[in-house]
């Protein structure tokens, strides 16, 4: 944890190692995890470097295992998860792996093709079987009742004028998309000179997606040869399929026996060659999983070592990578052991670096969420103060201020418990919808922010909009019944009653935790509240800002930069606290010191801080204390005279800094520079710059002190904190807005839903036949309202004062994480 509050310490490497063991070192290092390569041939193509080769090699095995799952997925099969911690294979290994894959390939190809062949076959056996098994029978003569003429057959009898005429037939089938089409086109083409029969057969199963499919059959019977000719060419536009078709009843069943006969035989055929292509499948489904891991890792390996260069020897090659100050004996010992059989040992040494080192901020499952809130805004730059660790306590409890509510804080807590509970189950982890990732990749998040709005409703003392009376309340309606005399005739008349606690007996004290639910009673209530959540969002405000500003002193103080305490953290915080942190005293003074007994006469904190900067005071809104006319004053003239002092006095003390350094070189021209042994004030050109404040100076040779930048920079971190301190401020009353908002709602919800149920009930003597449907309503609006929306409102405010009003006091989030080799995405 110690990490958590600071990145850890990250050094730049180098490695050497052996040609032969290369492999080896670079694939224990993936499996570790522990070092991010730095490209050392950025100006070299990817086609020109040393491994390319082996590269192109894998991606064509990647090809071939995107065609060997293409052909599970179509079998309806499922690849099995991998065994963990498969290595990466060796480099004489890639060629058996290749052809048992290229041979699987090229089998399933073939029983593929195979397959497909055997079932078109198939499919016209069925469909030439349907068409001599339809019933068409060959329309030989038409009759009509028109006239005697019609009456006549349409065939002259053997020996008349037309005993040459013969009459044809084409048989075939047609999708029923088509067939409408097809009739009506050989009807206009042949002018009526043909009789055609169109029927609808069971369906087939479709030889190419397997689907079963609907057919039409057709029967057409013409005279002539040269319409046979149209009819012939119609039909293959239309990709009819056409068999032969003969007109004795007896040949046509004889045929379909043959039929019958090829299709069982063909059947039979294509059962063997599916059983066959389903042992391919498997093992095809045992050898991929492992086999697609362990490519990937060669591939990864490989893309590592094309960021080496080769020494001028060619005998090893050399890597520098950034690894973690605490990793190094690790590293080393990995090493050690990858490169032991080459007989020559690999070797790691510390090289300076004047480039700012990655981030490294090592989480679990508990902080990686919170990590995940500061590094949206920003990746913090090395070294310099973590968000994270306060944000775990002050997230979720300013999420619960605009949220309180004990009855919706539960339910948010027991669902993120439910997930807490069930995050080490596969089905939970492995669930592909992006709204149920969302919300468990948060569930420790959504755990203490379910667990504060339990916290804070029980201080507003509201629990699904209702105040539940845990403690007696402090106020006597009874002491003031007794001592005021209020007469029957009087309660009649008065419609609403005052308790005055100055009366004897009622205010027996403040409620022990929380608001006295008698508050919910009165009808003031709202404008209690108001006053009450106003005040607690600005102390809030305040504190989060100050704190802010306080740890900003720890990032002055790890880089060095110790005139930037005096120069700046000491006027920011004398600015904020002189005037909006006595606007606290001025809430907090009177809360402890204005009584029961003066409240009616207690002076007004806003005209007090109004007169505060007009230099002037009120004679009807007395002091609060005595010196306050001489203490306001006074407040406001040194935080005014702090905005030079944090205008000026970092450029000028840089200034100042930078000429004695100038002169320090002429005195003594001959003496070396060497960039990592300059003194501190070297670095005085980058002063005011975000590199300087995250201590990574960049290239201190040869810098030039440019006053314009300095002085420009420092007077809009001026403007922007003078003014932030004020719009910051007012920024926190969401805080009590987004509070009040969510009362109101929730007050709503429940007295147009639950109440109006719970009395319709009663008058009607249906209470449980009312409560079911009117129940289920609330508690639907109560989660898709109060609880999604609601909660999705709070979190993005929350998250809006944690990224612009807290953590720009301190957090300059222009880092770049450390991205660690590493085969874990592999693996997954």
Not at 219 to 232: A, C, F
Request: charged residues 15%.
């Amino acid at each position: 944890m110690g990490s958590m509050f600071r990145s850890e310490e990250v050094v730049l490497v180098q490695l050497f190692l052996p040609t032969a063991a290369a492999y080896a070192c670079v694939s224990q290092l993936g499996e570790l995890g522990l070092v991010e390569f730095r490209d050392l041939n950025a100006s070299v193509s990817a086609f020109q470097r040393r491994f390319v080769v082996d590269v192109r090699r894998c991606e064509e095995l990647e090809k071939t295992f995107a065609f060997l799952q293409e052909e599970v997925r179509r079998a309806g099969l499922t690849l099995p998860v991998p065994e963990a911690g498969l290595p990466a294979p060796l480099p004489r290994d890639l060629l058996r792996i290749q052809e048992e894959t290229d041979r699987l390939a090229q089998e399933l190809r073939d029983v593929r093709g195979n397959q497909q062949a055997l079932r078109a076959q198939l499919h016209q056996l069925q469909l030439h079987s349907a068409v001599l098994g339809q019933g068409h029978g060959p329309p030989l003569a038409a009759s009509h009742t028109d006239g005697p003429l019609e009456r006549s057959p349409l065939l002259q009898s053997p020996g008349g004028p037309h005993q040459d005429l013969r009459v044809n037939f084409v048989a075939g089938a047609v999708e029923p998309h088509k067939a409408a089409a097809l009739e009506r086109l050989l009807w206009r083409a042949c002018r009526g000179f043909l009789i055609a029969s169109f029927r609808e057969m069971e369906p087939l199963e479709d030889p190419v997606t397997g689907e079963p499919a609907t057919w039409m059959t057709f029967l057409i019977s013409y005279w002539g040869e040269q319409i046979g000719q149209k009819i012939r060419k119609i039909t293959d536009c239309f990709h009819c399929h056409v068999f032969p078709f003969v007109e004795q009843e007896e040949a046509r069943r004889t045929a379909l026996q043959q039929l019958q006969l090829q299709s069982q035989e063909l059947q039979e055929v294509l059962g063997e060659t599916e059983r066959f292509l389903s042992q391919v499948l498997g093992r095809v489904q045992r050898l991929l999983p492992p086999w697609q891991v362990q490519i990937r890792k060669m591939k990864a390996v490989y893309l590592a070592l094309n960021q080496c260069s080769v020494s001028t020897t060619h005998k090893c090659l050399i890597a520098e990578a950034w690894c973690a100050t605490r990793d190094l004996p690790t590293l080393q010992q990995a090493l050690q052991g990858s490169s032991s059989e080459a007989g020559v040992s690999a070797v790691v040494h510390r090289i300076p670096c004047q480039d700012m080192p990655p981030t490294l901020i090592r989480t679990n499952r508990f902080t990686a969420s919170f990590q995940g809130i500061v590094d949206a805004y920003g990746v913090g730059r090395y070294q310099e103060v973590n968000p994270a660790p306060y944000t775990i306590i002050t997230f979720p409890f300013l999420f619960a201020v605009m949220f309180g509510d004990v009855g919706h804080g539960l339910l948010m807590f027991l669902f993120a418990l439910a997930m807490v509970l069930a995050e080490n189950r596969p089905a939970v982890k492995t669930a592909q919808n992006e709204i149920w990732r969302t919300f468990f990749r948060g569930r420790y998040l959504l755990l203490l922010m379910g667990l504060f709005s339990v916290y804070t409703g029980f201080i507003y003392n509201e629990c699904f909009s209702c105040a539940t009376a845990v403690f007696p309340s402090g106020w006597s309606v009874a002491a003031m019944a007794n001592q005021s005399g209020w007469s029957d005739a009087f309660l009649a008349q008065q419609p609403l009653l005052s308790l005055d606690p100055n009366v004897t007996g009622v205010f027996l004290g403040p409620y022990p935790f929380g608001i006295d639910p008698v508050w919910s009673l009165a009808v003031n209530h709202l404008s209690f509240l108001n006053s009450f959540k106003m005040k607690m969002s600005v102390i809030l405000g305040v504190t989060h800002m100050t704190f802010g500003v306080v740890l900003g002193v720890f990032n002055h103080m790890h880089f060095g930069q110790w005139h930037r305490l005096l120069l700046e953290t000491l006027p920011e915080l004398v600015f904020l606290l002189g005037l909006f942190g006595y606007l606290v005293f001025l809430v907090a003074y009177k809360w402890l010191c204005v009584t029961a007994a003066s409240a009616a006469s207690a002076p007004s904190i806003l005209i007090h801080f109004i007169n505060m900067f007009l230099f002037s005071s009120s004679p009807t809104n007395r002091p609060l204390f005595s010196v306050q006319e001489v203490v306001q004053p006074t407040l406001v003239v040194l935080a005014l005279a702090m905005v030079p002092v944090l205008l000026l006095g970092t450029p000028l003390f840089l200034h100042r800094q930078h000429r004695r350094c100038h002169s320090r070189r002429r005195q003594q021209p001959d003496e070396d520079t060497a960039g990592l042994l300059d003194p501190p004030d070297a670095s005085l050109a980058s002063q005011g710059s975000d590199e300087e404040k995250a201590g990574c100076p960049g290239d201190q040779e040869e810098a030039e002190f440019v006053l314009s930048e300095v002085f420009m920079h420092q007077a809009i971190h001026t403007i922007e904190f003078c003014l932030g301190c004020i719009s910051n401020t007012a920024s926190y009353l969401r805080l009590w807005a987004l509070s009040l908002a969510h009362a109101q709602l929730s007050q709503v919800l429940w007295a147009m839903v639950m109440r109006a149920g719970l009395s319709l009930g009663g008058e009607m003597g249906v209470a449980a036949v009312v409560l079911v449907p009117v129940f289920a309503a609330f508690a639907v609006m109560t989660v898709a309202i109060l609880l999604v929306m609601e909660g999705l409102s709070a979190f993005l405010h929350a998250l809006r004062l944690h990224w612009v009003e807290f953590q720009n006091k301190f957090y300059s989030g222009t880092g770049y994480k450390l991205s660690p080799f590493t085969f874990t995405v592999e693996d997954e």
